[in-house]
């Protein structure tokens, strides 16, 4: 059973940066699509960031030029790595990725900006 995990979460003061990893395990397949979700409480789900095969990224307007997706060496890994931190930036990260056409959530990392 394929499983995605993301780590990296924290508690960090405005201005901060912190990097997330997500993997996705129990796949002898590559992932043709991986994304970044976030989610705060009584809001809907935000698109973040995405990568495509291995280079075509696209972001969520809010965290362009602050946030930067990339695919890790290792199989099924991409990153978040995201700098100035706000406390806007507060909220539940998720991510997702797609295999063999079928799209694979994990459970999330919490993002805590403190002002």
């Known amino acids: 059973q394929v499983q995605v995990a993301e780590s990296g979460g924290g508690l960090v003061q405005a201005g901060g940066s912190l990097r997330l990893s997500c993997a996705a395990s129990?796949?002898?397949?590559?992932?043709?699509?991986m994304a970044w979700y976030r989610q705060a409480p009584g809001k809907q789900r935000e698109f973040v960031a995405g990568?495509?095969?291995?280079?075509?990224?696209k972001y969520g307007e809010s965290v362009k030029d602050r946030f930067t997706v990339s695919r890790g060496r290792a199989s099924n890994t991409v990153y978040l790595q995201m700098n100035n931190l706000t406390p806007e930036d507060t909220a539940t990260y998720l991510c997702r990725q797609t295999i063999r056409g079928h799209e694979l959530w994990g459970q999330g990392t919490q993002v805590t900006v403190s002002s």
């Open positions: 990568i495509v095969g291995g280079a075509a990224t």
């Open positions: 129990g796949s002898i397949y590559t992932s043709t699509a």
